[in-house]
Protein backbone atom coordinates (compact mmCIF):
# COMPACT_ATOMS: atom_id res chain seq x y z
CA UNK A 1 0.00 0.00 0.00
CA UNK A 2 1.09 3.96 -0.44
CA UNK A 3 4.04 5.01 1.33
CA UNK A 4 4.01 6.70 4.65
CA UNK A 5 2.87 10.13 5.18
CA UNK A 6 1.38 12.67 7.59
CA UNK A 7 -2.51 12.23 6.77
CA UNK A 8 -4.32 15.70 8.10
CA UNK A 9 -7.66 13.68 7.78
CA UNK A 10 -9.04 10.60 6.70
CA UNK A 11 -8.19 9.15 3.69
CA UNK A 12 -9.62 6.18 1.74
CA UNK A 13 -6.60 3.62 0.34
CA UNK A 14 -8.08 1.23 -2.76
CA UNK A 15 -5.41 -1.93 -3.72
CA UNK A 16 -6.62 -2.96 -7.23
CA UNK A 17 -5.68 -6.42 -8.06
CA UNK A 18 -6.25 -8.67 -10.78
CA UNK A 19 -8.25 -11.13 -9.02
CA UNK A 20 -10.08 -8.25 -6.63
CA UNK A 21 -9.80 -5.02 -4.72
CA UNK A 22 -8.55 -4.35 -1.17
CA UNK A 23 -10.33 -1.14 0.25
CA UNK A 24 -8.46 0.86 3.76
CA UNK A 25 -9.39 3.85 5.69
CA UNK A 26 -6.82 5.60 7.16
CA UNK A 27 -7.49 7.75 9.99
CA UNK A 28 -5.12 11.05 10.49
CA UNK A 29 -1.29 10.65 11.70
CA UNK A 30 1.04 8.29 10.60
CA UNK A 31 0.06 4.84 11.46
CA UNK A 32 -0.36 2.17 9.08
CA UNK A 33 -3.75 0.70 10.99
CA UNK A 34 -6.32 1.60 9.27
CA UNK A 35 -10.07 2.29 10.79
CA UNK A 36 -11.55 -0.53 8.74
CA UNK A 37 -11.05 -2.52 5.77
CA UNK A 38 -13.00 -4.86 3.35
CA UNK A 39 -12.03 -6.61 0.33
CA UNK A 40 -14.00 -7.92 -2.93
CA UNK A 41 -13.15 -10.61 -5.64
CA UNK A 42 -13.10 -10.23 -9.26
CA UNK A 43 -11.78 -7.72 -11.60
CA UNK A 44 -11.03 -3.66 -12.21
CA UNK A 45 -14.43 -1.89 -12.18
CA UNK A 46 -16.85 -4.80 -10.31
CA UNK A 47 -14.00 -5.61 -7.98
CA UNK A 48 -13.83 -1.68 -6.87
CA UNK A 49 -17.48 -0.92 -6.48
CA UNK A 50 -17.96 -4.36 -4.73
CA UNK A 51 -15.07 -3.37 -2.09
CA UNK A 52 -16.62 -0.17 -1.59
CA UNK A 53 -20.01 -1.33 -1.05
CA UNK A 54 -18.51 -3.56 1.48
CA UNK A 55 -17.30 -1.15 3.54
CA UNK A 56 -20.57 0.72 3.34
CA UNK A 57 -22.30 -2.23 4.64
CA UNK A 58 -20.25 -2.29 7.68
CA UNK A 59 -21.31 1.15 8.63
CA UNK A 60 -18.13 2.60 7.49
CA UNK A 61 -18.94 6.54 6.30
CA UNK A 62 -16.58 7.36 3.17
CA UNK A 63 -14.91 10.38 3.87
CA UNK A 64 -15.83 12.94 0.49
CA UNK A 65 -13.71 13.61 -1.29
CA UNK A 66 -10.21 11.94 -3.25
CA UNK A 67 -8.76 8.74 -2.60
CA UNK A 68 -5.43 6.85 -3.14
CA UNK A 69 -5.81 3.79 -6.02
CA UNK A 70 -3.16 1.87 -6.25
CA UNK A 71 -2.85 -0.43 -9.73
CA UNK A 72 -1.96 -3.87 -9.89
CA UNK A 73 0.49 -4.67 -12.49
CA UNK A 74 -1.61 -6.93 -14.44
CA UNK A 75 -3.34 -3.86 -15.85
CA UNK A 76 -0.33 -1.56 -16.49
CA UNK A 77 2.24 -1.34 -19.26
CA UNK A 78 5.44 -0.44 -17.30
CA UNK A 79 8.75 0.84 -19.00
CA UNK A 80 12.30 2.03 -17.64
CA UNK A 81 13.61 5.22 -18.91
CA UNK A 82 17.15 6.25 -18.25
CA UNK A 83 17.23 10.08 -18.61
CA UNK A 84 18.80 12.61 -16.59
CA UNK A 85 16.59 15.60 -17.51
CA UNK A 86 13.53 17.69 -15.93
CA UNK A 87 10.02 15.10 -15.31
CA UNK A 88 8.67 17.32 -18.52
CA UNK A 89 11.44 15.94 -20.80
CA UNK A 90 10.67 12.47 -19.47
CA UNK A 91 7.02 12.64 -19.84
CA UNK A 92 7.64 13.92 -23.42
CA UNK A 93 10.63 10.75 -24.07
CA UNK A 94 7.58 8.25 -22.45
CA UNK A 95 4.46 9.37 -24.27
CA UNK A 96 6.71 8.74 -27.78
CA UNK A 97 7.88 5.47 -26.65
CA UNK A 98 4.60 4.45 -25.61
CA UNK A 99 3.30 5.39 -29.13
CA UNK A 100 5.72 3.42 -30.92
CA UNK A 101 5.01 0.48 -28.81
CA UNK A 102 1.02 0.68 -28.71
CA UNK A 103 0.64 3.10 -31.81
CA UNK A 104 -1.44 6.62 -31.05
CA UNK A 105 -4.28 6.03 -29.11
CA UNK A 106 -6.14 7.26 -25.89
CA UNK A 107 -3.97 6.25 -22.30
CA UNK A 108 -3.20 7.56 -19.37
CA UNK A 109 0.58 7.68 -18.66
CA UNK A 110 2.17 8.11 -14.83
CA UNK A 111 5.97 8.76 -14.63
CA UNK A 112 7.95 7.95 -11.43
CA UNK A 113 11.43 8.29 -10.49
CA UNK A 114 12.72 5.18 -8.91
CA UNK A 115 16.49 6.80 -8.65
CA UNK A 116 18.27 10.18 -9.92
CA UNK A 117 18.60 9.14 -13.52
CA UNK A 118 16.00 5.68 -13.65
CA UNK A 119 12.16 6.51 -14.12
CA UNK A 120 9.43 4.11 -14.31
CA UNK A 121 6.24 4.95 -16.87
CA UNK A 122 3.65 3.45 -16.79
CA UNK A 123 0.58 2.91 -19.15
CA UNK A 124 -3.42 2.42 -18.19
CA UNK A 125 -5.61 2.15 -21.15
CA UNK A 126 -7.94 4.94 -21.09
CA UNK A 127 -11.19 3.19 -21.06
CA UNK A 128 -10.02 1.77 -17.73
CA UNK A 129 -9.50 4.30 -16.08
CA UNK A 130 -12.62 6.02 -16.98
CA UNK A 131 -14.46 2.67 -15.68
CA UNK A 132 -12.69 2.91 -12.31
CA UNK A 133 -13.46 6.76 -12.20
CA UNK A 134 -17.39 6.43 -12.85
CA UNK A 135 -17.47 3.75 -10.18
CA UNK A 136 -15.78 6.42 -7.63
CA UNK A 137 -17.79 9.04 -8.96
CA UNK A 138 -21.41 6.88 -8.34
CA UNK A 139 -20.07 6.84 -4.06
CA UNK A 140 -19.46 10.61 -4.43
CA UNK A 141 -15.66 10.10 -4.73
CA UNK A 142 -13.11 11.28 -7.33
CA UNK A 143 -9.17 9.72 -7.93
CA UNK A 144 -6.48 11.64 -6.31
CA UNK A 145 -3.03 10.16 -6.31
CA UNK A 146 -2.91 7.08 -9.25
CA UNK A 147 0.39 4.78 -8.56
CA UNK A 148 1.39 1.94 -9.63
CA UNK A 149 2.11 -1.24 -6.82
CA UNK A 150 5.49 -1.49 -8.83
CA UNK A 151 6.51 2.57 -7.47
CA UNK A 152 4.73 1.56 -4.18
CA UNK A 153 7.48 -1.44 -2.90
CA UNK A 154 10.11 0.01 -4.82
CA UNK A 155 10.05 2.50 -2.65
CA UNK A 156 9.70 0.12 0.23
CA UNK A 157 12.20 -2.16 -0.27
CA UNK A 158 14.39 -0.85 -3.11
CA UNK A 159 17.25 0.35 -0.75
CA UNK A 160 17.28 -2.83 0.91
CA UNK A 161 19.05 -4.57 -1.93
CA UNK A 162 22.76 -4.52 -1.74
CA UNK A 163 24.06 -6.84 -3.71
CA UNK A 164 26.28 -5.01 -7.28
CA UNK A 165 23.65 -7.83 -9.34
CA UNK A 166 20.44 -8.56 -7.87
CA UNK A 167 17.22 -9.74 -9.50
CA UNK A 168 14.17 -8.31 -8.19
CA UNK A 169 11.31 -10.54 -7.97
CA UNK A 170 7.72 -9.26 -7.54
CA UNK A 171 4.72 -11.79 -7.22
CA UNK A 172 1.39 -10.64 -8.63
CA UNK A 173 -2.49 -12.24 -9.04
CA UNK A 174 -1.68 -13.75 -12.27
CA UNK A 175 2.42 -13.85 -12.76
CA UNK A 176 5.52 -11.47 -11.43
CA UNK A 177 7.46 -8.77 -12.34
CA UNK A 178 10.98 -9.03 -12.51
CA UNK A 179 13.65 -6.37 -11.95
CA UNK A 180 17.41 -6.18 -12.54
CA UNK A 181 19.37 -4.20 -10.44
CA UNK A 182 23.15 -3.31 -10.71
CA UNK A 183 24.53 -1.12 -8.30
CA UNK A 184 20.93 -0.85 -6.88
CA UNK A 185 20.09 0.81 -10.33
CA UNK A 186 17.31 -0.83 -11.90
CA UNK A 187 18.60 -1.23 -15.47
CA UNK A 188 15.93 -3.98 -16.86
CA UNK A 189 12.42 -4.84 -15.84
CA UNK A 190 10.27 -7.95 -16.89
CA UNK A 191 6.18 -8.64 -16.59
CA UNK A 192 6.14 -12.42 -16.77
CA UNK A 193 2.37 -14.40 -16.97
CA UNK A 194 2.52 -17.38 -15.04
CA UNK A 195 0.24 -21.05 -15.28
CA UNK A 196 -0.72 -20.97 -11.56
CA UNK A 197 -0.96 -24.29 -11.87
CA UNK A 198 2.55 -25.08 -12.78
CA UNK A 199 4.94 -24.79 -8.96
CA UNK A 200 8.30 -24.69 -11.30
CA UNK A 201 7.22 -21.64 -13.53
CA UNK A 202 8.31 -19.07 -11.41
CA UNK A 203 11.71 -20.52 -10.62
CA UNK A 204 12.47 -20.94 -14.59
CA UNK A 205 11.15 -17.69 -15.52
CA UNK A 206 13.70 -16.04 -13.21
CA UNK A 207 16.59 -18.18 -13.97
CA UNK A 208 15.70 -17.54 -18.07
CA UNK A 209 15.80 -13.80 -16.35
CA UNK A 210 19.29 -13.56 -14.76
CA UNK A 211 20.81 -15.46 -17.83
CA UNK A 212 20.00 -12.46 -20.02
CA UNK A 213 23.49 -10.99 -20.87
CA UNK A 214 24.13 -7.58 -19.56
CA UNK A 215 26.67 -4.85 -21.10
CA UNK A 216 29.45 -4.11 -19.01
CA UNK A 217 28.38 -6.64 -16.23
CA UNK A 218 30.80 -9.59 -15.91
CA UNK A 219 28.86 -13.27 -15.91
CA UNK A 220 29.28 -14.69 -11.96
CA UNK A 221 28.74 -18.14 -11.22
CA UNK A 222 26.18 -16.84 -7.90
CA UNK A 223 23.66 -14.82 -8.06
CA UNK A 224 21.33 -13.29 -5.96
CA UNK A 225 17.76 -13.11 -5.54
CA UNK A 226 15.28 -10.39 -3.42
CA UNK A 227 11.62 -11.95 -3.35
CA UNK A 228 8.96 -9.78 -1.87
CA UNK A 229 5.58 -12.20 -0.78
CA UNK A 230 2.14 -11.43 0.35
CA UNK A 231 3.94 -10.80 3.79
CA UNK A 232 5.74 -8.01 3.27
CA UNK A 233 9.11 -9.01 4.55
CA UNK A 234 11.75 -9.00 1.68
CA UNK A 235 13.91 -12.35 1.68
CA UNK A 236 17.27 -13.18 -0.26
CA UNK A 237 18.44 -15.98 -1.46
CA UNK A 238 20.98 -16.98 -4.30
CA UNK A 239 20.91 -19.27 -7.01
CA UNK A 240 24.27 -21.12 -8.64
CA UNK A 241 24.52 -20.19 -11.86
CA UNK A 242 28.09 -22.54 -12.63
CA UNK A 243 26.13 -25.69 -13.85
CA UNK A 244 23.73 -23.57 -16.14
CA UNK A 245 24.48 -23.78 -19.83
Not at 46 to 65: C, E, H, T
Request: aromatic content about 4%; proline content about 8%.
Amino acid sequence: MPSVRLRWRPELWLELRARGCQARLMGPGWTQRGLAAASSSGRGAPALSAALAALQLADVVLPPGRVRLQIADEYLLHLLLHHGGPLQAVQRLARQRFDDILGPGPRHLIVQALTPQRWLASAIEAADLAAWCGVLDQAGLRPGRITPGLHEEWQQVGRHVRDPDAVLVLPRDEGATLLRLIDGEPVDLSWERLDSDDPGALERRVRAFARLPRPHVAPTSAQAIYLLPESGTLCRYVIDRSSEA
